[in-house]
């Protein structure tokens, strides 16, 4: 039963809720169109939203076009089986979802994090279920001072806030200034990141023998997230799972 100064408390946050909706109405954060509740889609929006849904690659969460028996995997991960779990991704990345992910990197909608974790936590629920930490990819302290925030530390800060799973913001570093990786091919991209992270000493003990949750907002061709899973499991990680808000999906075949 709830005490009357906790009652009172969520009346007030109704109220408050409610006053704020009336002189700034929620907006889809995808269209801008007015919608009933904060962090709500849009319809036309969501439908322009592709989401990452089975058949799936088992390790890399690579979308297949076709239905396959038991757990099967992708080409990539035959050839070159990584070394993390599992890696999933709430969407594929396209004009819709790049247009919310690019807002939210580089134009402060920090808000829109809140839209984001009921969707990574669809995809990720096996591995929150068994996940004792989670770990942003790191920023060049160069890049965190002129985009003041990372991103991917955001978005592990609301999941952990929601799954109870610890959250260390700065488990790793990066060591080295990267070049971006926007235009770089597969190659390119696992040379540019080589050597790139550490995890850094006074986490050491934190990460050791834990399951730990990669986070970062876009995994592409996973040159970054299996550099980084190589230097977890070498810290002493039992087991590194990959979770990302959207992939880059290029047709294997």
């Given at each position: 039963?709830?005490?009357?100064?906790?009652?009172?408390r969520m009346?007030?946050?109704?109220?408050?809720?409610?006053?704020?909706?009336?002189?700034?109405?929620?907006?889809?954060?995808?269209?801008?169109?007015?919608?009933?509740?904060?962090?709500?889609?849009?319809?036309?929006?969501?439908?322009?939203?592709?989401?990452?849904?089975?058949?799936?690659?088992?390790?890399?969460?690579?979308?297949?076009?076709?239905?396959?028996?038991?757990?099967?995997?992708?080409?990539?991960?035959?050839?070159?089986?990584?070394?993390?779990?599992?890696?999933?991704?709430?969407?594929?990345?396209?004009?819709?979802?790049?247009?919310?992910?690019?807002?939210?990197?580089?134009?402060?909608?920090?808000?829109?994090?809140?839209?984001?974790?009921?969707?990574?936590?669809?995809?990720?629920?096996?591995?929150?279920?068994?996940?004792?930490?989670?770990?942003?990819?790191?920023?060049?302290?160069?890049?965190?001072?002129?985009?003041?925030?990372?991103?991917?530390?955001?978005?592990?800060?609301?999941?952990?806030?929601?799954?109870?799973?610890?959250?260390?913001?700065?488990?790793?570093?990066?060591?080295?200034?990267?070049?971006?990786?926007?235009?770089?091919?597969?190659?390119?991209?696992?040379?540019?990141?080589?050597?790139?992270?550490?995890?850094?000493?006074?986490?050491?003990?934190?990460?050791?023998?834990?399951?730990?949750?990669?986070?970062?907002?876009?995994?592409?061709?996973?040159?970054?997230?299996?550099e980084c899973?190589?230097?977890?499991?070498?810290?002493?990680?039992?087991?590194?799972?990959?979770?990302?808000?959207?992939?880059?999906?290029?047709?294997?075949?």
């Open positions: 039963m709830q005490t009357f100064p906790e009652h009172a009346q007030a946050q109704r109220y408050l809720s409610f006053a704020l909706d009336m002189i700034l109405p929620p907006r889809c954060v995808v269209s801008g169109n007015i919608v009933e509740t904060q962090g709500m889609i849009s319809p036309k929006a969501w439908a322009e939203l592709d989401f990452i849904a089975t058949p799936l690659c088992e390790c890399c969460g690579f979308p297949f076009d076709f239905e396959v028996d038991g757990e099967a995997l992708c080409t990539a991960c035959l050839a070159y089986p990584p070394r993390f779990e599992s890696a999933r991704a709430a969407l594929k990345y396209n004009d819709a979802s790049r247009h919310i992910i690019l807002g939210f990197k580089h134009a402060d909608k920090t808000h829109l994090v809140k839209t984001f974790v009921p969707w990574l936590m669809r995809v990720g629920e096996e591995m929150v279920a068994e996940g004792d930490v989670i770990v942003p990819v790191p920023l060049h302290r160069w890049r965190l001072i002129g985009r003041r925030y990372n991103q991917a530390a955001l978005i592990g800060q609301a999941l952990a806030q929601e799954t109870g799973v610890a959250h260390i913001p700065d488990a790793m570093t990066r060591v080295r200034a990267t070049a971006s990786q926007g235009h770089l091919s597969a190659k390119e991209r696992h040379k540019n990141v080589k050597s790139a992270f550490a995890v850094h000493e006074r986490h050491v003990v934190a990460i050791k023998g834990k399951t730990v949750i990669l986070v970062d907002d876009v995994y592409t061709t996973g040159a970054t997230a299996k899973t190589k230097v977890l499991l070498k810290a002493g990680a039992a087991k590194v799972h990959v979770l990302a808000l959207a992939r880059v999906v290029h047709n294997q075949f």
